[in-house]
């Protein structure tokens, strides 16, 4: 059992072990253009960097939609991730975008830090969890509901200002993958107002955490009696979610298809929600490149 647990926690912590580490050069792109903006301060979190993606010939004021994806320093070039891995944004939009297959896009990439697992959870399920399942946990430590502040109400105005783009929650998304697919499920419950589409990869459904006092099943019961009270209407929003079905991606069928029932039982359509299993894919940024266009073709499609 400790080594099923260590397993988890080192792969839910691997993306913020690099963000320890010491400044790591500055990615390259094969399509498109990359804007950094060291360490943008917040009052609400600790500063981090922003990194956005622009799609070629893009100027301020064009017809675009935003994407905002967490883990941004692994997202465009494997030369400067810890791993030597890399999600292939910009070669995966680009060609999309280059065949008119999608919409054209901005992503927004936001690093994370060494508080990542506190920055992504989503703090709202606390009310959800039988009192005596969470008398010790400290609510204090999770800030969910701080990191989306910072997204909507510092990082957007900005990004709305510099470049333009459209700016309707039709044209807004969020995506992660793990805990990042935890917050991003989030993010679309609390800001249904902002957020038009949430992408949601190898999401931590099971929330089992290095804890011997946090109580997984009673907190993923909990996020799915969240997420049941808050999603938005029925088809009103774009949601996609998927695993894969090896190591610790396949310990997530049993919450993962709870979820799944939860959903379309509320009446979400398969034009509005999506839900994948992708076979043979791991817990790694190599797998969520190989897949990065079926959700990006289902929320960008024309």
Not at 53 to 73: A, K, N
Not at 277 to 298: C, I, N, Q, S, Y
Request: hydrophobic letters at 40%; charged letters at 25%; aromatic letters at 12%.
């Amino acid at each position: 059992m400790k080594i099923k647990i260590f397993s988890i926690m080192a792969a839910l912590l691997c993306c913020a072990i690099t963000a320890m580490a010491q400044e790591p050069a500055q990615p390259e792109v094969s399509s498109g253009t990359l804007e950094t903006f060291a360490q943008f301060k917040s009052q609400y979190i600790e500063p981090r960097n922003v990194t956005v993606w622009l799609p070629d010939g893009y100027t301020p004021g064009q017809e675009c939609d935003v994407l905002y994806m967490h883990d941004g320093q692994m997202l465009f070039d494997a030369s400067t991730t810890w791993n030597h891995q890399e999600w292939k944004v910009d070669e995966v939009m680009g060609q999309l975008i280059a065949q008119q297959a999608i919409r054209r896009c901005i992503v927004v990439g936001i690093d994370n830090t060494e508080n990542r697992l506190n920055d992504y959870f989503p703090t709202g399920c606390y009310a959800y969890v039988p009192r005596e399942k969470r008398l010790d946990v400290d609510l204090m430590q999770f800030k969910g509901d701080e990191y989306l502040q910072f997204i909507v109400q510092e990082l957007k105005p900005f990004i709305d200002k510099r470049y333009q783009p459209l700016t309707s929650r039709e044209h807004t998304f969020v995506m992660g993958s793990s805990m990042g697919g935890l917050i991003s499920l989030y993010a679309l419950c609390e800001y249904p107002e902002v957020f038009g589409g949430a992408i949601c990869m190898s999401t931590h459904s099971s929330m089992q955490f290095f804890d011997a006092k946090f109580d997984s099943e009673a907190w993923a019961q909990g996020l799915r009696e969240y997420a049941k009270d808050r999603l938005p209407a029925p088809n009103s929003a774009l949601l996609y979610m998927d695993r894969g079905d090896v190591e610790l991606d396949g310990t997530y069928k049993p919450t993962q298809d709870k979820l799944d029932a939860m959903i379309t039982g509320l009446g979400w359509d398969s034009d509005h929600f999506m839900s994948r299993v992708f076979e043979g894919h791991k817990h790694m940024e190599t797998f969520w490149a190989e897949r990065l266009d079926v959700p990006f073709m289902f929320i960008l499609k024309k």
